[in-house]
């Protein structure tokens, strides 16, 4: 042990973990870092290495007889039939069913979507029955046959600390440092603070800035594999991720037809992991989530209150030197065409994930860090009760080019840094200098996009400053930006100039202007656009339409689709994909049942609609003669349909087949954790969602897309 993990221990001895211990039992499974530490804090709460290993196995093996595997539910459900009950550690979410007016609760890899529970599990938490909770569940088998149920919810205990107390939380703060509190609240998350420099530490910081700070506006756009959405999906069991899909009105704010509120009402942190991909067919989502994150309130009918955090997380594909000097593109380039102006103008800060390094184990902590439940528990007591907006209104003057939204944005993250680092005391005179600074550039890194999109002045003031101790006025730049003149100063298009250059996306982008050269490394935007110099050079020529739009580029795509997402049809996740694709290989140990057959058939459709395949061959399993025989007489009706297409249809049965993969002839590779089995059944055949399965909700699953090179 170093000092600070001496220290940690002294002073919050039972409210720590080895984060090492984390990350051995982490790999291979997906159960979020919040459980396991809890089964880590119940059975290595020590510092003795033998009672560290035998913890250790203990972890193991309560989650190889309690945690249940996707495709181990059958086994699962056999093992509560034979022993009568038994315990599992898995999501629980609990559903009201109109039509039988009655509660039934399903757990995610249990399989089963009518499991019968007491009104005492549910009654009074509002998040099992918005996203669900994990949890310990011990089910009982119900072997009446005229009941409509199998299993019951015979005990429910939350995964979360049964008690927290926030004195005891603050009690010892004033026995660490500033920078040493800030490794202990890194060392949390699972990585080592001395493998980053301060800058990137306070980045990490950020990424906490939603849980503490209610209503708070994050954003981070930056390259894969940075651990953009980790805090959002592990991190707390306060927050709720969302994969992509469809931002509804009635997901997000109000359900106006069942009369409940929706996920900013349940949840500390709405996430949207993915920014890019979502889709919002309502028009009155964004005005509504406009309202919303202006100042937490939104109309459906009734004005309701809510105080959930918005964090947007997304890829940003384009060479950052480069986005900065176009006078075309900007920062927000990856976000929806539905995001305007307005709703941009309301983030409360951009974290620059191109700054991020990538994950790789030698940033990751063999340290003591904050069980991250424990933290987690003290940041929601933070956003809830705590505020820290008087005391910098006393201590912090901010320039005068500092307008409405911009001071309370920069406000807002000068709170959040504050809870975070200093929950109790007053940070010093060269700390609260830094804060000031931080929270100012992550604002004008906004308005700076803003200033580029905008045809006139209204953003224009982006010299955002502050006054320092020593009453002088500081203007704070963003370092990928501060020399570039395109971000700085861009030119103005004429208002009588409606033609807007080639390849504009906006409304009004101002007229292009030779920009300063390029890092050696920067990559061009398009190949096909020319150069802002270029076209300065030549202003008399034509501006040509291209005839056909140019081909999408495939990229290599790593994603989550969280429970109950939609917007995941097996045409909008793979469907670019099969673009001269001649042959397919399915192989899905679980292509048996009606229902799994049956999406069998929707994966064919979407291949015979997208490319001239000529073969498809499957490969799965069976587990009986009766169960084959059946599978082999749908199979033949599928394969008739296809020859009539022009398709041939093969299959064969494979006892070794585990994996789940999707080949393609051109190379490209689909891996979804769940195989083509990842939707939920519809409550009935006759709601939305039954048949379109963009609209059908979704369980929980990984989906990987590469190319492998011949």
């Known amino acids: 042990m170093d000092p600070l993990d001496t220290k940690l221990i002294q002073y919050y001895n039972g409210r720590v973990v080895r984060k090492d211990l984390l990350h051995q039992i982490k790999t291979g499974t997906n159960i979020p870092s919040f459980v396991l530490e809890f089964l880590l804090a119940k059975y290595c709460a020590s510092d003795d290495p033998k009672e560290i290993e035998a913890g250790k196995q203990a972890v193991l093996q309560t989650i190889e007889q309690n945690f249940v595997r996707p495709d181990e539910s059958n086994r699962a459900q056999a093992l509560v039939e034979q022993k009568g009950k038994h315990k599992f550690i898995d999501r629980i979410h609990v559903r009201y069913v109109e039509k039988e007016k009655r509660y039934w609760a399903e757990m995610e890899n249990f399989g089963s979507r009518r499991i019968a529970i007491a009104k005492k599990f549910y009654e009074g938490n509002d998040r099992i029955l918005s ?41 010892h703060r004033d026995a660490f440092t500033r920078d040493e509190w800030m490794a202990v609240i890194i060392r949390t998350l699972g990585l080592e603070p001395e493998k980053f420099d301060r800058r ?29 959405s980790y805090c959002y999906s592990e991190f707390s069991p306060y927050s709720t991720l969302i994969s992509g899909g469809q931002a509804t009105t009635p997901i997000l704010f109000y359900n106006n037809a069942k009369q409940q509120i929706g996920l900013v009402g349940y949840w500390d942190v709405v996430a949207f992991d993915e920014v890019a991909s979502i889709r919002i067919k309502d028009p009155d989502s964004i005005q509504i989530m406009k309202d919303y994150m202006a100042n937490g309130r939104f109309s459906r009918g009734k004005e309701n209150i809510a105080n959930a955090s918005f964090a947007f997380v997304g890829n940003i594909d384009l060479s950052i030197p480069q986005v900065v000097q176009s006078a075309q593109f900007d920062l927000f380039e990856p976000l929806p065409k539905d995001f305007d102006l307005a709703l941009i103008d309301r983030f409360h800060t951009y974290l620059p994930g191109w700054e991020m390094p990538k994950n790789n184990s030698e940033l990751l902590t063999h340290r003591y860090g904050f069980i991250t439940d424990y933290l ?12 820290r907006i008087d005391w910098i209104n006393r201590h912090v003057r901010l320039g005068l080019s500092v307008e409405g939204r911009d001071e309370k944005a920069i406000k807002k993250t000068i709170s959040a840094m504050l809870k975070i680092l200093h929950p109790i005391g007053d940070p010093s005179p060269q700390e609260i200098e830094e804060y000031v600074a931080y929270a100012i550039e992550g604002r004008r890194r906004i308005k700076e ?9 209204e953003y224009a003031h982006i010299d955002l400053s502050y006054i320092n ?21 861009p030119v103005r298009r004429a208002i009588e100039d409606t033609s807007p250059p080639s390849g504009a996306r906006f409304d009004s982008v101002p007229q292009p202007e030779p920009v300063a050269h390029s890092a050696p490394d920067a ?11 270029d076209q300065a050079a030549s202003p008399a020529a034509p501006l040509e339409t291209p005839e056909a739009p140019p081909a999408v580029e495939l990229k290599e795509q790593h994603f989550r689709i969280t429970y109950g997402a939609t917007g995941f049809s097996y045409d909008s996740i793979f469907g670019k994909y099969l673009t001269g694709v001649k042959e397919v290989i399915v192989e899905d140990p679980y292509i048996r049942s009606t229902h799994q057959i049956q999406n069998l058939v929707r994966f064919c459709e979407t291949v015979i609609r997208r490319a001239s395949v000529k073969t498809i061959h499957l490969i799965t399993t069976t587990d009986n003669a009766t169960q084959k025989a059946e599978a082999v007489n749908a199979f033949s009706d599928l394969a008739q349909s296809l020859l009539d297409l022009g398709v041939k249809f093969t299959w064969e049965f494979r006892d070794t087949l585990h994996d789940r993969q999707i080949s393609f002839s051109n190379g490209w590779i689909v891996k979804i954790g769940r195989g083509l089995d990842f939707y939920q059944k519809p409550d009935s055949w006759f709601t939305v969602g039954a048949h379109d399965m963009d609209l059908r909700p979704c369980m929980e699953t990984m989906v990987d897309i590469y190319r492998v090179t011949p």
């Open 131 to 171: 996203g669900g909770i994990w949890a310990e569940v011990t089910l009982g088998y119900n072997d009446i046959e005229d009941d409509d149920y199998a299993f019951y919810v015979e005990d429910l205990r939350p995964i979360q600390l049964s008690r927290f107390s926030f004195d005891e939380y603050i009690a």
């Open 200 to 228: 990137v530490q306070f980045h990490l910081i950020a990424r906490l800035f939603p849980f503490v700070e209610p209503n708070y506006n994050f954003i981070e756009l930056g390259p894969r594999g940075t651990g953009k």
């Open 376 to 387: 987690a528990a003290a940041f929601r007591e933070l956003a809830l009760h705590h505020t």
């Open 449 to 457: 996009q803003l200033n580029k999109r905008k045809s006139d002045d």
């Open 469 to 489: 101790a020593e009453g002088k006025e500081v203007v704070v730049y963003c370092p990928e930006s501060r020399y570039v003149s395109a971000t700085q100063m």
């Open 523 to 533: 990559r061009p935007i398009s190949p096909t656009q020319e150069s802002a110099g």
